[in-house]
């Protein structure tokens, strides 16, 4: 660990703990294993410290688990990343003012889940309005519909933004399964949405607020978190 991070409070990465594609497809989902580790890479080599925590706690479910990618099989075959997920705090025991940073990690079940969790609410707003900083990549940014700072605003009202298009959406065929499409209701919460091209990066900062598009983006929202923690 550098001087530049070594008093940097951890960052909290938030996992879905949502295994199934609605209630009706019966097909698994959970938090997407490469938008987690990607950005965790990033934070390891700057010597940022991360702690990990679900909706309800414990092992969350697992999906995109593609080994031939090199990261992922990286951590996957870590013994302290392995405990680490199988170990996650449930979100609403955590104290907001332990972090520096929250990120919320994508996956299709976060669709379901965070945008209903109170502690989504909470510990995002608490950790921003003390001054850290709000991270999402893909559908991690569902998280963020419904969160609103103590002056009742929501978060992301006015913020530029990115996030899992409604044209990827379509492309997946889950248009119609999901509970709402995630960039339309960012929109419809006063946010301003930048898309990229269906599967390019696209990574966008507003102040303290980071957030990324889809898989291709989740190097780059790490990086970005980084550089503001390192500020």
């Known amino acids: 660990m550098t001087s530049a991070t070594q008093d940097i409070k951890p960052v909290l990465f938030v996992l879905t703990s949502h ?4 209630d009706e497809t019966g097909e698994p989902t959970g938090f997407y294993l490469g ?26 479910p697992v999906d995109g688990l593609d080994l031939n990618d090199a990261t992922n099989a990286r951590y996957w075959n870590s013994e302290g990343f392995r405990h ?5 705090s449930r979100l ?7 972090y520096a ?36 990549v893909c559908h991690g940014p569902a998280a963020l519909v419904n969160i609103t700072l103590s002056n009742g605003a929501y978060l992301v009202a006015g913020k530029n933004v990115a996030a899992f298009t409604d044209d990827e959406e379509r492309a997946v065929k889950l248009d119609r399964v999901v509970p709402f499409l995630l960039a339309s209701t960012l929109s419809a919460r006063g946010a301003h949405h930048h898309p990229a091209a269906d599967w390019t990066a696209k990574v966008v900062v507003d102040g303290r607020l980071v ?21």
């Open 19 to 22: 295994g199934v594609k609605g």
């Open 35 to 60: 938008e987690v580790t990607h950005p965790l890479a990033v934070l390891d080599a700057a010597g940022i410290p991360v702690e990990f925590a679900s909706i309800d706690g414990a092992e969350p």
């Open 84 to 88: 680490a997920v199988r170990n996650t």
């Open 92 to 98: 609403s025991d955590v104290d907001p003012k332990n």
């Open 101 to 136: 940073a929250i990120f919320f990690a994508g996956g299709h079940g976060a669709m379901w889940d965070f945008p209903i969790s109170p502690a989504v609410n909470n510990v995002a707003r608490d950790i921003y309005e003390a001054g850290g900083v709000v991270a999402a």
């Open 211 to 231: 957030t990324g598009q889809n898989p291709q983006s989740a190097t780059g929202v790490g990086e970005a978190l980084r550089d503001l923690l390192t500020a």
